[in-house]
Structure formats: C-alpha cells, structure tokens
C-alpha cells in the first residue's frame, strides 16, 4: 500500500523567500506529525494534527512557520521569508489513531536556503 | 520533559562484528520505547518497539531490551552487514495532556559496516 509521501523531494530557495512543503499521509490515517531533521541534529518535534482537533503548534520555532491540514488529509508546511538557518530536512508522519504510538515516516523534503 | 539521549557517532564497525548502540532516557510516565533506522535517502523507518518493562523488541537480527531499572533501551546486534550502514533513532513515545503520542528522538547514531 501506498506510504506517506512529501514534495518536493528538493527545494532550493532564496532568503526571505516563501516556501510550501507539501505531505499525504497514509490513507485513513488521522494524526500526522511534522519534523525537523537539521545536520548532526536529532528530529525536532514542529506540530502535530489530530482529526479536526486544533492541531499542536508548540514546537513552531517562530511565527515564519505555519501548517494546515485541509479535510483531515494532507497537510502543508509553509516557512514565510526564509532564512538560512531554516536549512534542513522536513519530515512528515502519521499515524492511524490518536492513541496509537508508531509513526509511519515520508521520505522528506530537503529545504536549502541560500 | 521527557528526553532520550544515545551514543554519538559515528560507529564504524568491521562486517560480523558485533553491534551495541546505547541509549538512556527520562521520561515522567510508562512510555513506549523504539528504534528507527533511517538507510541513506530514505525516511525514518520503525526497526523495533517495546512497550513495556522487560519487554524485548526484535527485528532483523537486531534487539533491544525495555529496562526501566536503568532507563535503558540499547540497540544489540550479534553479526552486523554492510546493508545495516545507516543512522539508527532511538525514541519515546508518551501519551501528554492531549492524549495523544508525542515522540521524542535522539539524535541518532551513524553507523557505517566496512566489508
């Protein structure tokens, strides 16, 4: 069956520029999790949705970051006026309940900010 | 807050050598426990899970023992392959005020097998 799959696979930008990452999760799975994955660092917890539930923003590192989940499915992270720390590996998972504790990972999107 | 800590990297390991990545947490409630292995260009993929104490998760040769004694969870492995290079996770998974599973990660451990 299909998995979780992100786009772009790349994304090369310019600072201050406006970028969307864009992810679909696993069919009929309700939470979905977005990451951070910088160089040398561990995955950084970005925001969680669950169902119509208001969804967690405490790990947005500034108000640049945003998400949305349109009818329960796919979900797009959008970083306004980059900036090159924000440089890193976007991952996205899900998984099928709210009580359920596997994630199911994309492959990411690799964001360059130069 | 809940936290995971594992072994830095990298590990260069020689084919059939055996294979220990440790890890440590801290976690205020009864989490779950996991390893994720992430291959090079490929997503995070879940490589076992423990759920409870003194549960043993395994999965293609590798184990990892819940020990909440000593708030452990190390990856083991008796006979490494080349095809087992890769960056391994090790995680917590706690149910928070939400009721939902928030998972916290380590910062993986690279593990490289020379032939």
């Known amino acids: 069956g299909a998995g979780v799959s992100q786009s772009p696979s790349n994304k090369v930008t310019e600072k201050g520029k406006d970028v969307e990452l864009r992810c679909d999760p696993i069919?009929?799975?309700?939470?979905l999790y977005w990451y951070r994955q910088s160089l040398g660092q561990g995955l950084e917890f970005l925001i969680y949705f669950q169902g119509n539930s208001a969804p967690d923003k405490s790990g947005l590192p500034s108000d640049r970051f945003s998400a949305e989940r349109t009818g329960g499915s796919v979900s797009t992270l959008t970083i306004q006026r980059t900036q090159q720390e924000d440089s890193a590996v976007y991952l996205c998972?899900?998984?099928?309940?709210?009580?359920?504790?596997?994630?199911?990972f994309g492959p990411g999107t690799r964001l360059t900010v130069l | 807050g809940n936290s995971v800590t594992q072994m830095e990297g990298p590990v260069t390991l020689s084919e059939e050598a055996f294979l220990t990545i440790n890890c440590t947490y801290t976690?205020?409630?009864?989490?779950?426990l996991f390893w994720y292995v992430q291959y090079p260009g490929e997503g995070l993929q879940l490589l076992l899970k423990a759920t409870k104490a003194d549960d043993k998760g395994s999965n293609k040769g590798f184990e990892a023992t819940y020990r909440k004694e000593t708030t452990s969870f190390h990856l083991e492995k008796g006979s490494v392959q080349v095809s087992d290079s890769a960056v391994y996770f090790c995680?917590?998974?706690?149910?928070?005020?939400?009721?939902?599973?928030?998972?916290?990660f380590g910062t993986g451990t690279k593990l490289q097998v020379i032939p």
């Open positions: 995680a917590l998974s706690d149910k928070n005020s939400g009721g939902y599973q928030k998972v916290t």
């Open positions: 069919s009929g799975h309700t939470a």
């Open positions: 998972a899900s998984s099928a309940s709210r009580g359920t504790d596997t994630q199911y």
């Open positions: 976690a205020t409630g009864y989490p779950s």
